[in-house]
C-alpha cells in the first residue's frame, strides 16, 4: 500500500490558476474511477471538494475541477482565493481499497 | 443537524487499548459505509479502515491490521474503532468519514486527540 504521489507544495497568487497532481499506478488510479480530493486546513475537518475524478459536491465553487488520464489524477483550482491556502490529499478506491496520497501545501501567494 | 461527533481519545501507554467512538446523527445511518483516518503531529492523513454500510466488508491498512477493528452498531448510529496493542506511533488526530459512495467522504467529525505515551 504506497501512498499516491503528490508534489509536496504548490503555489500561486490570487486569481491564478494551480494544479496539483497525483500519481498512482495501474492497480488504483490507472484502475478506478473513484478518484477524490479533500482539502485540510490546519485544525479543521477534512473537507471533500471533488469525488468521482470530477464532480464537485454542493457548495464546492466551480473553481476546482478534476480530471484523470492514465495514472495521474489532477485538481485544478482556478482564481485562487486566500482562503484555498490548506493542504489538498488526493485519495483513490481500487478492489475496495483505499489509497490516500501524501498530501500537496498550496500556498497562496 | 447533519453530523458525525468523534470520542474516547486520551492518554494511553504504549500496549495498551482504546475504543474511539463516531455518533451520527440527522441522516440514515445504516444507508453510508463509513471510514478511519488518521493524522499524526506534523505528517499527512492515513487512511486506517473502512466498514461497509451493512458491516459486510471490512478493509484495514497494513500498519493497524491486526491490531484495530473497526465495528458498528446501527441500533445506536455509532461507528467505533477499537485500537489494542498501542504503539507511540499510533498517536494522532482521529476522524470518522461518511463514505458516499466509493470511498469519497462528504462528512467528517473534528476529530479527537489519541496519544500513546509512557
Known amino acids: 500500500q504506497s501512498a499516491l504521489a503528490q508534489p509536496p507544495s504548490a503555489s500561486g497568487s490570487p486569481g491564478q490558476s494551480v494544479t496539483i497532481s497525483c500519481t498512482g499506478t495501474n492497480s488504483d488510479i490507472g484502475a478506478s474511477d473513484y478518484v477524490s480530493w479533500y482539502q485540510l486546513h490546519p485544525g479543521k475537518a477534512p473537507k471533500l471538494v471533488i469525488y468521482e475524478v470530477n464532480k464537485r459536491p454542493s457548495g464546492v465553487p466551480d473553481r476546482f475541477s478534476g480530471s484523470k488520464s492514465g495514472n495521474t489524477a489532477s485538481l485544478t483550482v482556478s482564481g485562487l482565493q486566500a482562503e484555498d491556502e490548506a493542504v489538498y490529499y488526493c485519495n483513490s478506491f481500487a478492489a475496495q481499497w483505499v489509497i490516500l496520497g501524501g498530501g500537496t501545501k498550496l500556498t497562496v501567494l | 443537524q447533519v453530523q458525525v461527533v468523534e470520542s474516547g481519545g486520551g492518554v494511553v501507554q504504549p500496549g495498551r487499548s482504546l475504543r474511539l467512538s463516531c455518533a451520527a446523527s440527522g441522516f440514515r445511518f445504516n444507508s453510508h459505509g463509513f471510514h478511519w483516518v488518521r493524522q499524526a503531529p506534523g505528517k499527512g492523513l492515513e487512511w486506517m479502515a473502512l466498514i461497509w454500510y451493512d458491516g459486510s466488508i471490512k478493509k484495514y491498512a497494513d500498519s493497524v491490521k491486526g491490531r484495530f477493528t473497526i465495528s458498528r452498531d446501527d441500533s445506536r448510529s455509532t461507528l467505533y474503532l477499537q485500537m489494542n496493542s498501542l504503539r507511540v506511533e499510533d498517536t494522532a488526530v482521529y476522524y470518522c468519514?461518511?463514505?458516499?459512495?466509493?470511498?469519497?467522504?462528504?462528512?467528517w467529525g473534528q476529530g479527537t486527540l489519541v496519544t500513546v505515551s509512557s
Open positions: 468519514g461518511r463514505d458516499i459512495g466509493f470511498g469519497s467522504c462528504d462528512l
